[in-house]
T-cell receptor, first 114, second 111 residues
Framework: GDSVTQMEGPVTLSEEAFLTINCTYT??????LFWYVQYPGEGLQLLLK?????DKGSNKGFEATYRKETTSFHLEKGSVQVSDSAVYFC?????????????FGGGTRLMVKP | DAGVTQSPTHLIKTRGQQVTLRCSPK?????VSWYQQALGQGPQFIFQYYEEEERQRGNFPDRFSGHQFPNYSSELNVNALLLGDSALYLC??????????FGSGTRLTVV
């Protein structure tokens, strides 16, 4: 079945450092890919998405490119802030799935120090 | 505009009991999905409701059941609770092909 694998955390960075969180997936065809963020005590918020190969999703300085050849969707940000501290989840929705059921990775906790 | 509202926010139940969790979708949304998020893990899909019917179901036992009402709100019921059912239960809603909006969840502790 479909699956998503993320790098394990926590990832600890200093403010203004470069961020990469790796995500790879296994799925049939061309799923839609997502990054969600979860702040303490809150639900999930959609950060960005990409629906076809070579698409780049971006939001709030975060970017991720849909790489079909490597089945990856790595999250990047050029300069992190303390307020970016949260848990980040990579997810996919199978192609031809009208319900958009989401399969999530295990999450990566990011801690940014001032 | 209120987003997805879940109640209660926290509750504690004893093994073997039954529990009902409630979800009010975001205004204008007609599809509701439920996810279970165990501590330190990613959410896992339980089931989805649309037009008051269960449309998709994940790999969860029949102890997990749900309902959607005509106003699109939804309930998640879990019977014969096990310690392993302790988790954050997330409700998400959408309309059509648009992406899901998630609620803040209900934290269930089974003792």
């Amino acid at each position: 079945g479909d699956s998503v694998t993320q790098m394990e955390g926590p990832v600890t960075l200093s403010e203004e450092a470069f961020l990469t969180i790796n995500c790879t997936y296994t799925a049939t065809g061309y799923p839609s890919l997502f990054w969600y963020v979860q702040y303490p005590g809150e639900g999930l918020q959609l950060l960005l998405k990409a629906t076809k190969a070579d698409d780049k999703g971006s939001n709030k300085g975060f970017e991720a490119t849909y790489r079909k050849e490597t089945t990856s969707f790595h999250l990047e940000k050029g300069s992190v802030q303390v307020s970016d501290s949260a848990v980040y989840f990579c997810a996919l929705s199978p192609m031809n799935n009208a319900g958009n059921m989401l399969t999530f990775g295990g999450g990566t906790r990011l801690m940014v120090k001032p | 505009d209120a987003g997805v509202t879940q109640s209660p926010t926290h509750l504690i139940k004893t093994r073997g009991q039954q529990v009902t969790l409630r979800c009010s979708p975001k205004s204008g949304h007609d599809t509701v999905s439920w996810y279970q998020q165990a501590l330190g893990q990613g959410p896992q899909f339980i089931f989805q409701y649309y037009e008051e019917e269960e449309r998709q179901r994940g790999n969860f036992p029949d102890r997990f059941s749900g309902h959607q009402f005509p106003n699109y709100s939804s309930e998640l019921n879990v019977n014969a609770l096990l310690l392993g059912d302790s988790a954050l239960y997330l409700c998400a809603s959408k309309r059509g092909p648009r992406g899901y909006t998630f609620g803040s969840g209900t934290r269930l502790t089974v003792v």
